[in-house]
């Protein structure tokens, strides 16, 4: 099992923390991607950029890229000069867009919110062939990008019925987060399902799990469990699927997602303890 764990949104310390969860063992670092979120965010390119800049071993993922916002050709120039900039370490988690930070920034670009699913597929469909620098047809003339670079893994975020058919379709691993271990386990099932039906392997699965542990005082977890269901998460579920306590509380949980089909596990710290965070979340990869 691998075990990354995410970028904060915004702030000075980011180079630091990317240098201190690489130091640790960790195997990834993750950063969201919003133009107009409900809190602060840097930009994800720009700040997977300085990550790579300043490490040298650790994975660098989107969690998750909204492809349909950009130009698909742009899109691939930056995923392409992501992957030189950093040797071939990044994990590009895509996805459509939810409704939790409404249609601001979908507006802002004049794109139609209620067109990003079927945009989204067909960024996907040119965007490993934009990456490679292979010949794309774009709007009646073929787009040929240089440098081209390696295709990296392709994670489809999302826990529904259409993230499921895109994950089968397109993805390398599906990436679903605060979801419950009977939830990854039906859409592995599902997923197989879906695969066989597209005639490609079954996508691995990357979790996303939010964490607190150690001490930790309990309006902290209802903070965040408010933040939860401000995304549309019952407050049953963002209270089941919370991951606190000890390393070895920590690895038990981890455990069960791996065995419900999880292949990697996403740690998202809600606390301002993130790099004692990195700390605990290392330790209990050590000790699944």
Same mark, same amino acid.
């Given at each position: 099992?691998? %075990?990354?764990?995410?970028?904060? =949104?915004?702030? *000075? ?5 990317? +240098? ?10 993750? *950063? ?26 650790? !994975? ?7 492809? @349909? ?7 691939? !120039?930056?995923? @392409?000069?992501? +992957? ?9 988690? %895509? ?5 939790? *930070? ?15 699913? !079927? ?16 010949? %794309? ?35 390398? *691993?599906?990436? $679903? ?5 009977? &939830? ?8 197989? /399902?879906? &695969?066989?039906?597209?005639? #490609? ?6 979790? =996303? ?13 209802? #903070? ?11 407050? /049953?579920? @963002?209270? /089941? ?5 000890? $390393? ?28 004692? +965070? ?8 050590? @000790?699944?």
């Amino acid at each position: 099992m691998d %075990v990354g764990i995410t970028l904060p =949104g915004f702030g *000075h310390d980011i180079i630091a923390f990317a +240098q201190h969860a690489e130091g640790v063992g960790l195997e990834s670092l993750w *950063h969201g991607d919003h133009l107009i979120p409900l809190n602060p965010f840097l930009d994800s390119t720009l700040v997977l950029a300085t990550a790579a800049a300043v490490t040298s071993r650790i !994975k660098l993922g989107f969690g998750v890229m909204v492809v @349909a916002l950009r130009p698909p050709a742009w899109t691939a !120039k930056q995923v @392409a000069t992501l +992957q030189h900039l950093s040797g071939d370490r990044v994990l590009l988690g %895509v996805g459509s867009g939810g409704d939790a *930070h409404g249609e601001a920034a979908w507006r802002a670009v004049d794109v139609p919110f209620a067109q990003r699913g !079927k945009r989204t597929d067909a960024v996907l469909d040119v965007l490993p062939g934009l990456v490679r620098g292979t010949p %794309v047809g774009l709007h009646g003339a073929q787009v040929v990008l240089s440098p081209g670079a390696t295709m990296p893994p392709l994670l489809v975020g999302g826990g529904g019925a259409a993230a499921l058919r895109r994950a089968a379709r397109y993805g390398d *691993h599906w990436y $679903p987060a605060f979801v419950p271990r009977a &939830a990854i386990a039906a859409g592995v099932a599902r997923l197989t /399902e879906l &695969a066989d039906e597209f005639g #490609r392997p079954r996508p691995g699965v990357t979790v =996303g799990v939010s964490v607190a542990l150690g001490d930790v005082p309990a309006a902290a977890i209802d #903070r965040r469990v408010k933040g939860m269901t401000d995304y549309g998460v019952s407050e /049953e579920a @963002a209270r /089941e699927v919370i991951v606190t306590g000890s $390393p070895a509380r920590a690895a038990e949980r981890f455990a069960a997602l791996v065995e419900a089909g999880a292949d990697r596990i996403v740690a998202m710290p809600f606390t301002e303890d993130r790099f004692r +965070q990195a700390e605990l979340v290392a330790a209990a990869t050590v @000790a699944v």
